[in-house]
T-cell receptor
Framework: DTAVSQTPKYLVTQMGNDKSIKCEQN?????MYWYKQDSKKFLKIMFS???????INETVPNRFSPKSPDKAHLNLHINSLELGDSAVYFC???????????FGNGTRLTVT | TQLLEQSPQFLSIQEGENLTVYCNSS?????LQWYRQEPGEGPVLLVT?????EVKKLKRLTFQFGDARKDSSLHITAAQPGDTGLYLC???????????FGEGTQLTVNP
């Protein structure tokens, strides 16, 4: 029944590694997002896809690459992880670009 | 400088007290949303306001959109420990196309 599900919930890895976070929504929404929440709880958008097409690409290092195989999935791959990448990453979806967001429960990434 | 400024950043009160959280901007918004986030979970939408001066009530929570659509407030009456969480406002500017979040207000209601 989970509307927006992301895996894994926790990810602990060393600097320099490559990791992926997966996200799936079963709401039939057209738009999906990746947000980063830092230690001060500020939510900052990273990417947005509408119908598998990238529509928002904020100033994010090239090491971060989103991929949307279909409308219901938006994955995030991170290369060469750095200490500063440690944060909680939230996937979200919405019916369209300006509709309210439905968030997943987050992936807490810790880079050591 | 944040587009949406929330105040206070932190609020710790006793059960039964009333409180108000503010979300202010110098920009005009076509709509404003309020979310609540509990530890270990993602933010959950509480309400959307779209009309200047609009007031919406959700049990003990009252949301107001400013007449000029530049600000919003959330008032909680007789707060309960279950109200504890991070309250986030988010808006879409009339001149923009993406949703922007405020910095959040961390509310703790002590029993």
């Amino acid at each position: 029944d989970t509307a927006v599900s992301q895996t894994p919930k926790y990810l602990v890895t060393q600097m320099g590694n490559d990791k992926s976070i997966k996200c799936e929504q079963n709401l039939g929404h057209d738009t999906m997002y990746w947000y980063k929440q830092d230690s001060k709880k500020f939510l900052k958008i990273m990417f947005s896809y509408n119908n598998k097409e990238l529509i928002i690409n904020e100033t994010v290092p090239n090491r971060f690459s989103p991929k949307s195989p279909d409308k219901a999935h938006l994955n995030l791959h991170i290369n060469s992880l750095e200490l500063g990448d440690s944060a909680v990453y939230f996937c979200a979806s919405s019916q369209n670009v300006n509709s309210p967001l439905h968030f997943g429960n987050g992936t807490r990434l810790t880079v050591t | 400088t944040q587009l949406l400024e929330q105040s206070p950043q932190f609020l710790s009160i006793q059960e039964g007290e009333n409180l108000t959280v503010y979300c202010n901007s110098s920009s005009v918004f076509s709509s404003l949303q309020w979310y609540r986030q509990e530890p270990g979970e993602g933010p959950v939408l509480l309400v959307t306001v779209v009309t200047g001066g609009e007031v919406k009530k959700l049990k003990r929570l009252t949301f107001q959109f400013g007449d000029a659509r530049k600000d919003s407030s959330l008032h909680i009456t007789a707060a309960q420990p279950g109200d504890t969480g991070l309250y986030l406002c988010a808006g879409v500017r009339t001149s923009g196309s993406r949703l922007t979040f405020g910095e959040g207000t961390q509310l703790t209601v002590n029993p």
